[in-house]
């Protein structure tokens, strides 16, 4: 399913453009590997951190994962949020605590021993790029 030196880490989070390449640099220098499989939805740590998640979205987050984990053998997980967020538009504060619930959801979810590690991405001036472990 992937050639040897072809290694992956798992981004879960927002499908905002401007976090992305902060995203793919975090997690090559995290876990020393190429690629960043990644998995979006519009605010997706705000819906992850519902007391009720969606079953459907549930579904489809652990079905990309776990092809992420068992078939590229994933390295670790990132799940991060960030400012200005139009899918996810509550303060900094109260967006990381969904940071570290949708962590939580997402590990009673693919039940793996791997690393999920959450993070939260800030603008500094015009470039995006902080990259805050939580
Ligand atoms: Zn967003």
């Not at 040897?4 to 090559?28: A, I, K, W």
């Not at 020393?32 to 819906?47: F, N, R």
């Not at 987050?61 to 590229?72: D, F, P, Q, R, T």
Request: hydrophobic share 40%; proline share 3%.
């Amino acid at each position: 399913m992937s050639h040897v030196g072809e290694t992956f880490f798992t981004s879960v989070g927002c499908m905002d453009g401007r976090v992305q390449n902060p995203m793919l640099h975090y997690g090559q220098k995290k876990f020393g590997v190429k690629y960043a499989d990644t998995i979006t939805e519009a605010g997706l740590v705000g819906l992850l951190a519902k007391e009720n998640v969606d079953p459907v979205l549930l579904g489809s987050i652990k079905k990309k994962i776990l092809i992420s984990v068992e078939k590229h053998h994933s390295k670790g997980i990132v799940v991060h949020g960030h400012q200005e967020c139009a899918g996810n538009p509550v303060e900094d504060d109260l967006h990381k605590e969904d940071v570290l619930k949708a962590v939580k959801t997402i590990g009673a979810l693919i039940k793996k021993d791997i690393q999920i590690i959450p993070v939260f991405i800030t603008r500094n001036k015009h470039l995006w790029g902080e990259v805050e472990e939580l």
